[in-house]
């Protein structure tokens, strides 16, 4: 939704040196049903409270539970600047796939309790994972997570934020035990569906530093049919003012994409993009992972992992999370930000939401410091620069510094020997061709960077060809192409054949505009996907597809 934003923190974080070591926040708590205890006069077992810490609170409501503590001054003082959270989730009485996460919350100085919606409090998410589908009878029975939060120090460690607030630790696990009930022995009746621990293990001093916090959202969904800022778009928008300048801000950003129904958004692979004030800052497609390394916790039958092993590409083809992994903290670079008003853009054109289902849960705060996390960037832009008889050339865009990458290939939607999988390593340019692909055949393209020290990125793709056929029919090489893509305004048409008319289509195939330019003014049209149709004075045409903002 969109709203405007005046609260912002900055101040001057100190702290003293200290000896690396673990700070413990929870140790074996216990997680109940989403879907029970909501009724008046129901109240949750004593276990619920009985086993969490001292002056720790449970927020159990609808689809929610919970457990929140005050970290002590001790505790606060001891964490350096670097800091890596550690999560243990150990199954009991729910056996399918979950949100899980924790944030840090700002609570009024001196509070003993809050509750979740309570207004002069300020939160963000520093971790969201997915619970994996786990039999409490099979081993293993845990699950481990981690995430580097090395930022969070610097919001600790705050003088001018301690002053008035103290610093909460919410953990939370949505779990539902109705399945397990009566398909896990030893679940009958029961309505604790996880145990778990957090603690974060630190070392490092923690130096003085000015530091800016501003959180923007917390787990709103984002879709295109009843949450969303652009009617019919799957689009949020977050205005906020500053009253200074803010330099080297980071967008710190977590989405997951859901909806299991038949060909929902949990399954389908979607570019995101990102803005700051209209100018394209990020794009990334969620997955890219082989979640067969994660099939070990995922102890109970299931859809999704089935009784057989899958290719890499028989994952990263369709999934943008694997149940049992942590979802990615993403960090985006704004640059200096000036003093005034400012509005961050997340969009995904492409999604569907059949049924009118799913939804994408959106977390992000601007903080100016960086989460220490050390990755291999994801290259991005993947796309078919050129097919002509059995030769493709692919192009892709670097997200970081790497000049060395790999692709993958394979036969579309095959995933087996058949499927004629080719791994290629490419160095210096972003660009591989392949001129020996099999006749009849549709090919899937997968690039990922390769940087030093043997780590490389997650997978970005697929990208589709067309169907391979000998012939030498110019329809096949492409003559134009367009910019900028995505559009505000006006696009432009590069073309190396005389163009004799330029036609614009919406997705349902009507035509908005026709003109005989090759600088199309785009301004009046909604935000969302078209389709421009280029007819050259040979008599051949090509359509290309563009993305207005």
């Not at 100190?14 to 216990?30: E, K, T």
């Not at 979950?98 to 944030?103: C, K, Q």
């Amino acid at each position: 939704m969109k709203k405007k934003l005046l609260f912002a923190l900055a101040g001057l974080a100190i702290a003293p040196f200290f000896r690396a070591q673990n700070v413990s926040v929870f140790n074996d708590v216990p997680f109940y049903s989403m879907y029970h205890y909501l009724g008046e006069g129901q109240t949750m077992p004593p276990e619920a409270f009985s086993q969490i810490p001292a002056g720790a609170i449970r927020l159990h409501a609808y689809e929610q539970d919970i457990i929140s503590r005050k970290l002590t001054e001790t505790e606060i003082a001891s964490i350096g600047s670097s800091v890596k959270m550690n999560i243990v989730l150990t199954a009991a009485c729910d056996n399918y796939d979950r949100l899980a996460g924790v944030n840090l919350v700002l609570v009024p100085k001196g509070s003993t309790t809050y509750t979740f919606n309570q207004a002069d409090i300020k939160r963000i998410e520093i971790g969201r994972f997915i619970t994996p589908f786990m039999n409490k009878n099979v081993s293993p029975t845990q699950v481990p997570y981690s995430y580097q939060v090395d930022n969070i120090s610097n919001i600790l460690h705050d003088s001018s934020l301690s002053a008035i607030y103290d610093f909460w630790i919410e953990f939370r696990a949505d779990g539902y035990s109705a399945a397990a009930n009566t398909q896990v022995a030893g679940c009958a009746d029961r309505t604790d569906v996880f145990r778990g621990n957090l603690e974060f293990v630190t070392s490092g001093t923690a130096t003085p530093t000015q530091n800016f916090l501003l959180p923007l959202s917390y787990r709103q969904n984002l879709n295109n049919y009843n949450a969303t800022d652009v009617p019919g778009q799957t689009t949020r928008l977050v205005t906020f003012t500053l009253d200074q300048p803010v330099p080297n801000a980071s967008l710190h950003l977590i989405t997951s994409n859901h909806g299991s129904n038949t060909n929902g958004e949990e399954y389908v692979k979607r570019v995101h993009y990102v803005y700051l004030d209209d100018q394209l800052v990020n794009q990334y497609m969620p997955g890219g992972k082989n979640c067969e390394d994660y099939r070990q916790y995922n102890t109970q039958g299931n859809g999704i992992y089935g009784t057989s092993a899958k290719t890499l590409r028989g994952w990263i083809s369709w999934n943008n999370w694997c149940p049992g992994d942590v979802i990615p903290n993403r960090e985006i670079s704004l640059g200096n930000l000036s003093a005034g008003t400012h509005t961050i853009k997340i969009d995904v054109p492409t999604a569907v939401f059949t049924g009118q289902q799913g939804y994408f849960p959106i977390s992000m705060y601007i903080q100016n410091q960086k989460n220490g996390d050390v990755i291999c960037s994801t290259p991005y832009d993947l796309k078919i620069a050129n097919q002509l008889n059995t030769t493709v050339d692919l192009t892709w865009k670097e997200t970081g510094t790497s000049n060395q990458w790999q692709t993958l290939w394979g036969r579309r939607n095959i995933f087996t020997a058949a499927g004629g999988e080719v791994y290629r390593d490419i160095s210096n340019e972003p660009k591989d061709s392949r001129s020996d692909l099999n006749l009849n055949w549709t090919y899937e393209t997968y690039v990922k960077s390769k940087c030093t020290d043997d780590k490389s990125s997650v997978w970005y793709g697929p990208v589709y060809s067309s169907i391979v056929r000998l012939g030498t029919d110019e329809i096949n090489i492409r003559k134009s192409s367009v910019y900028p893509n995505p559009v505000k305004d006006f696009i432009n048409i590069n073309s190396t054949a005389k163009v004799s008319k330029v036609s614009v289509y919406n997705a349902d195939g009507k035509i908005l505009l026709e003109d005989n330019s090759t600088k199309i003014n785009l301004s009046k049209l909604q935000s969302g996907v078209y389709l421009i149709k280029i007819d050259f004075a040979d008599g051949k045409s090509e359509t290309q597809k563009v993305i207005k903002q």
